[in-house]
């Protein structure tokens, strides 16, 4: 049986001895603090985790492959310095049925040593494909070690907590939550009322896959989607955020449909939360059939961006006024998100 500590997977981006490769993941061509074009980084956290779960997918399954379910959260602690290698140290925390979760550390070694960010990724081993797909059994891994068993502990008390998380979006809000959205409401009604509705902070962009965009057969990268989004979103937040925008955690993506070469794609990305100096993105990927006859929501993303200055310092942002029922609800889960978020960077 295998233990956590023999799922190790790493990986480093010379950033700091590739110039050229450094000039790929700034934001600009300026030295500010945080130029790292953290949509890219998404995309290597998303191939980190599927080498390390196929790695040990296929001791077992040599044909079967692995796929991205759900990214459950990174929790980002210190900006990025583009100038300094970035490392990946990539674990297997759990092991159920069929499914993984793949914990990654990002760090910047040196002085200072900096811990980056915490990401969660659960990946799913699979088998076949089209109509032939099937998920694999996998053993499980032998907790040997206490702090195995405590990341294990974890990432069920995720699964769990997410679960719980889904049942509450369908419960009606708490007294708190109603009186906070009436006050919003009721601020509308003033002939004065200027602030900025939800309604309003949206953009949108299409794009269609080609061939060069694939990872497993007949798919597109599921980590290239994912960037896509969070660009888009990135963008989004600039509607709301006075100062500079940078990212300060991903509360949840899900992976719900494969995307296949040649589809069309609606990326749409909304605010539909802020708090002190928090804007909170909504961003859902919809994919529409080469031929038109199938249309479906790929992808759904919340991102957590932070409005700072040229020293990283916070500063508040304006309110946004829910409108609608719909505008209401996302309202509600994202200010529900991020107080899990905030309360992840407190206790990690």
């Known amino acids: 049986m ?8 790493h990986r480093t981006l010379s950033l700091g ?15 500010i603090q945080g130029n790292m074009r ?8 998303d191939k980190v985790a599927e080498e390390a779960a196929l790695t040990y ?24 310095d583009v100038r300094r290698d970035l490392t990946f140290a990539a674990t297997i925390n759990h092991v159920g049925r069929s499914s993984l979760e793949v914990g ?14 915490s990401c969660y990724f659960t990946m799913v081993a699979r088998s076949g494909y089209g109509e032939n797909v099937v998920s694999v059994a996998l053993p499980p891994l032998d907790y040997a070690l206490p702090i195995e068993k405590r990341r294990a502990g974890k990432a069920l008390a995720r699964r769990e907590e997410y679960r719980h998380q889904q049942l509450a979006l369908r419960e009606p809000p708490s ?8 006050a919003l409401h009721q601020a509308q009604d003033d002939p004065a009322f200027c602030g900025s509705l939800c309604g309003r902070l949206v953009t949108d962009a299409w794009e269609r896959t080609y061939p060069d965009q694939e990872n497993v057969p007949f798919t597109i990268f599921g980590g290239y989607l994912i960037r896509r989004a969070f660009e888009l979103s990135s963008i989004c937040s600039e509607l709301v955020a006075p100062n500079r925008s940078i990212i300060a955690g991903v509360n949840r993506i899900n992976f719900f449909h494969p995307v296949r070469m040649g589809d069309k794609l609606h990326f749409t990305s909304r605010v539909v939360y802020t708090k002190d100096s928090y804007v909170c993105v909504e961003a859902g990927i919809e994919r529409i059939s080469r031929d038109r006859t199938a249309k479906a929501l790929s992808n759904s993303c919340l991102f957590t961006f932070a409005n700072v200055d040229a020293d990283l310092a916070h ?13 209401d609800g996302r309202y509600l889960a994202a200010h529900r998100s991020l107080q899990t978020l905030l309360r992840h960077q407190r206790l990690i």
Not at 2 to 9: F, W
Not at 38 to 45: D, P, S, T
Not at 57 to 80: G, K, M
Not at 175 to 182: A, F, I, K, N, W
């Open 2 to 9: 295998t233990q956590p500590s023999e799922t190790v997977y």
């Open 17 to 31: 001895s590739d110039p050229a490769l450094r000039r790929r993941y700034m934001v600009v061509d300026e030295p």
């Open 38 to 45: 953290f949509g890219l980084l998404l995309e290597i956290l």
């Open 57 to 80: 997918v296929n001791r077992f399954h040599p044909d079967a492959r692995v796929v991205t379910a759900a990214i459950d959260n990174i929790v980002v602690r210190h900006a990025v």
């Open 104 to 117: 990654i550390r990002v760090e910047q070694p040196g002085e200072p040593h900096l811990h980056i960010a």
């Open 175 to 182: 007294r708190d939550e109603y009186e906070l959205l009436t």
């Open 315 to 327: 500063h508040p942002v304006p309110t946004v006024y829910p409108t609608t029922y719909a505008e």
